[in-house]
């Protein structure tokens, strides 16, 4: 919020913060050891451990549903927030930042990440009769819940008209569950970016901007995702973007700098 500083890191108004920490710190110390072990359960799942099939189903699910979950506990706390905060609000509700381009701009992100998985089943299972029908299914419902899932997202934008009939959701915890579920969701997004990363040759051949800018908007775009929740409370301090593009450097330069060693 206006006006407050970053002496206490967990406080509400510095969530934003605590969010590009743990992502940096995930990214510099645990995500190797992430990737490594979604590598060893994807071959797993290749080979056939059916133990193996439900994780990758759980995390592609995981990531598919955790915004939405998110925009739905978090959205009465976020508008309290701003009333207390003495901010006026558009009874109609309002695009973030005034960028009518940022729904499209999510979805089309989130499109992407369910042709990965789609992709990513046909990869598994190449020879397997069923596998295009899975595969398209996946697909399918990716990308219909992708359109609802951006509906319920930037919805969370606009201020409710009443309070949620449900008392959980006025609940001070359904606001926690809900930051618990971007936090997660945003690790879940880190290994599948760096290990898309790690593995796609565009991004280790060629001069270093050729591979460090598309790497560096890639990645903002899937990082903002995530953040856009804490973003709209925090857009107005310069150290917002310095925190995001501190997040997001380490992937790129090791990527990047690491050359065809990082794979």
């Known amino acids: 919020m206006p006006g407050k500083q970053v002496a206490n890191i967990f406080a509400k108004y510095n969530r934003g913060i605590l969010f590009d920490l743990f992502v940096l710190l995930a990214n510099i110390f645990l995500m190797r050891l992430l990737v490594q072990l979604f590598l060893d359960v994807f071959r797993e799942a290749s080979a056939g451990e059916s133990l193996a099939k439900f994780g990758l189903l759980l995390f592609y699910l995981a990531l598919l549903v955790l915004p939405s ?3 739905i506990l ?3 706390h976020y508008h309290q927030r701003i009333k207390q905060s003495g901010e006026k609000e558009l009874a109609g509700g309002w695009l973030p930042f005034g960028c009518i381009f940022l729904p499209p ?3 089309i992100v989130n499109m992407w990440l369910s042709l990965g998985v789609s992709l990513s089943w046909i990869e598994m299972f ?3 009769p069923s596998t295009p029908a899975i595969s398209g299914a996946l697909l399918g419902v990716g990308l219909v819940y992708n359109v ?8 969370y934008f606009g201020p409710p008209k009443r309070a949620p009939r449900l008392a959980f959701l006025r609940n001070p915890r359904s606001d926690l569950v809900g930051d618990i579920c971007i936090f997660v969701n945003m690790i879940l997004a880190q290994v599948l970016l760096n290990w898309g990363a790690i593995s796609y040759p565009g991004f280790h051949e060629g001069k270093f901007v050729d591979r460090f800018v598309p790497l560096l908007v890639f990645a903002l775009l899937m990082y ?6 804490f973003l709209v409370e925090d857009i107005r301090h310069p150290r917002t973007w310095v925190t995001i593009l501190l997040a997001n450097l380490v992937i790129v330069l090791r990527v990047v700098l690491g050359g065809a060693s990082a794979r």
């Open 224 to 229: 903002l995702t995530g953040r856009i929740f």
């Open 126 to 128: 190449p020879n397997a």
């Open 148 to 155: 609802v899932q951006t509906v319920l997202v930037f919805r």
């Open 74 to 76: 978090k959205r009465w």
């Open 105 to 107: 701009a999510y979805l």
């Open 69 to 71: 979950i998110a925009a």
